[in-house]
């Protein structure tokens, strides 16, 4: 059977990640109030939608235009067209006082990566955007031809962990003062001389992870959606979130340790730690070998739950 390229692109538009242990680890009842803050292709939001009865609802979040064509028609469904870290506003204007269960997985769907027109990827040319919301906000182009050479070396340390952030920064800022830089395959041209061979791929996937994280703001945008998610979730309630870099693993972690993504410890008067969360697992999850092998993108995918105290 041959699946044309439509088709196919349509299938792994967001291969769900960890589908069963993140839907298990909500700990769905069947007339629960629940929320997937990262709706993408609806994986997850099915999986979850499957588990419901009668009184169960579920509020799927996406800020991307493209996740309409996704919505899954069921009247226990309400879609929200908005950015995650919105979460508060809109429960409150559903009349949803507090939920059972949030879930977030913070992958980019694997869609945006392989839609040339949209700039994630350094795979195809196209034009260097990167915005998950289309109406809003700077490009990376507009970037990597503002930001001044500080600004961008300490993005490329933060976000993209690359230890030549200094560097990539100057060579960037010379070569933008000939002309602007527009497309994805300019910017390849100015960035790849810096990068060995056989790291390659990994070194440009970093350097484009680090300007997606600044064009769509989404440490800011993460960080909020946590604090709001805290709140929202009643006694007994779970959070889920699945994470793909350190920086965002780092603030899940914190915020079910301490209760903020700083990771500052509370203590009380007795010195016993003030945490709203219990960790349902202590260990980190990951996928299996089987799973990497049928969806290469979820090889750094890591999943951690914890229960609101």
Do not use: C
């Not at 292709?41 to 009865?53: Q, T, V």
């Not at 699945?242 to 920086?247: A, E, F, G, K, W």
Request: glycine share 8%.
């Amino acid at each position: 059977m041959i699946i044309d390229k439509m088709e196919k692109d349509e299938l792994t538009y967001h291969v769900p990640v960890l589908l069963k242990e993140s839907v298990d680890g909500m700990n769905i009842q069947p007339d629960g109030t629940y929320v997937d803050v990262t709706f993408g292709g609806a994986g997850h939001s099915r999986e979850i939608l499957s588990r419901l009865g009668e009184g169960g609802r579920l509020l799927g979040f996406d800020q991307d235009e493209d996740a309409e064509r996704n919505i899954v028609n069921d009247p226990h469904f309400i879609f929200v067209r908005s950015n995650f870290r919105y979460l508060q506003n809109f429960l409150r204007y559903h009349d949803i006082e507090q939920v059972d269960a949030i879930l977030a997985d913070l992958g980019v769907s694997s869609h945006h990566f392989d839609d040339s027109e949209r700039g994630f990827s350094f795979r195809f040319d196209g034009a260097l955007d990167m915005r998950m919301n289309k109406r809003a906000g700077i490009t990376a182009a507009d970037i990597v031809n503002t930001y001044e050479e500080e600004r961008l070396a300490n993005l490329f340390y933060l976000y993209g962990e690359l230890k030549n952030s200094r560097k990539l920064a100057s060579v960037v800022v010379k070569a933008r003062s000939g002309q602007n830089i527009r497309t994805i395959g300019e910017f390849l041209e100015i960035i790849k001389p810096l990068f060995g061979r056989e790291r390659e791929k990994k070194e440009l996937a970093k350097v484009f992870q680090a300007l997606r994280i600044e064009v769509n703001q989404e440490m800011e945008a993460l960080k909020e959606m946590l604090l709001a998610a805290t709140e929202a979730l009643k006694p007994g309630g779970r959070l889920v979130v699945i994470t793909y870099h350190s920086l965002e693993d780092r603030m899940v972690k914190n915020i079910m340790k301490t209760g903020n993504v700083e990771g500052k410890a509370e203590s009380d008067f007795f010195g016993n730690l003030q945490t709203p969360f219990r960790l349902v697992n202590n260990k980190v999850i990951v996928p299996d070998e089987a799973e990497i092998e049928r969806n290469p993108r979820s090889r750094s995918a890591k999943l951690r739950i914890a229960e609101k105290k």
